[in-house]
């Protein structure tokens, strides 16, 4: 960590729980023990089953240090999308950064990417990093990307036909993000590549060659071992991420020509929607029978 004798400024570090007893005190203790000095810091339950709550209520009222921190829980379960915009609301930081309740955050995490964004030009508004792989016994596996991942950087390169997306568990973003677009769209599965393209509407999206989270591959991940069900479910709600793209292109003004490609976009999502709701799912569907067979 290294700043300057000005006061850093007030960063934001959310973590989104569900059922996460096995995984939480390791994802807690990171985010209490960043040391990064001017830190708020949300954790909140999605109205869990288990003993997540407490787990995150016990290290809270045990917490020492400086961080302002915001313990809460939902009544009723609400999903990763309307969590994940009350957390929105509440953060109060110039940048915001994501947790997930089964991953562990370097501790030097805030610090090291705030250093990177102060020291480098004004025109970045969201970073996202490498991680370092870990299964469910917390034994490290390898680093995620192995090689430079190869997405737009830019609002120029998404024109250019580069596609646009960030791992939401290393990314953080400028708070203009919500300020200026607000909620998503109803439907939308996924929040990672709605923040990324925001950010792309704004500025720079930057990527860190080194790990700064422990991401965590098991059983119960939401993207990892989808049946091919689950899959073709994900792949029917696409169209509602290229409509959250239209919505806050024209939040941003942007020209006709750029929100006729994500109007295409759509439609194209659309028929893949009706092809996978039709013959291919039947195809596929056999398919999985006769592999289960042999």
């Known amino acids: 960590m290294s700043f300057s004798s000005k006061k850093p400024q007030l960063v934001t570090i959310y973590c989104a729980l569900y059922n996460h007893e ?9 985010m209490l023990n960043q040391d990064y000095p ?3 810091i949300i954790i909140s339950d999605d109205c869990s089953t288990d003993q997540t709550y407490e787990i995150a209520e016990e290290l809270v009222n045990e917490y020492k240090g400086s961080s302002q921190v915001i313990l809460r829980r939902n009544s009723v379960n609400l999903g990763v999308i309307k969590h994940v915009e009350i957390l929105l609301s509440l953060s109060k930081g110039n940048w915001i950064f994501q947790a997930a309740g089964d991953d562990v955050s370097y501790l030097t995490r805030v610090s090291d990417v705030m250093n990177f964004i102060d020291e480098s030009h004004v025109n970045i508004k969201g ?5 370092c792989v870990i299964d469910e016994n917390d034994n490290k596996q390898k680093l995620y990307f192995e090689s430079m991942p190869n997405c737009a950087k ?17 990314l953080c973003f400028n708070r203009i993000v919500y300020d200026k677009y607000g909620d998503f769209v109803k439907n ?3 929040e990672d590549g709605c923040l990324a393209f925001r950010v792309l509407l704004e500025g720079d999206l930057e990527y860190l060659d080194y790990p700064t989270v422990y991401y965590r591959i098991h059983n119960n991940n939401l993207s990892q071992n989808l049946t091919m069900k689950q899959k073709i479910n994900f792949k029917n709600k696409e169209q509602w991420l290229h409509i959250n793209h239209l919505k806050d292109a024209e939040l941003n003004h942007k020209d006709d020509e750029f929100k006729n490609k994500i109007r295409k976009k759509i439609v194209k999502a659309f028929l893949l929607n009706w092809l996978l709701s039709t013959k291919l799912v039947k195809v596929l569907f056999w398919c999985e029978k006769i592999k289960l067979k042999l």
């Open 38 to 40: 001017n830190l708020q």
């Open 188 to 190: 939308v599965i996924g």
């Open 22 to 30: 096995r995984y939480a005190f390791n994802s807690i203790t990171s």
């Open 127 to 131: 970073v996202f990093t490498n991680l």
């Open 154 to 170: 830019n609002i120029k390169e998404y024109r250019s036909g580069l596609s646009c997306w960030a791992i939401g568990a290393s």
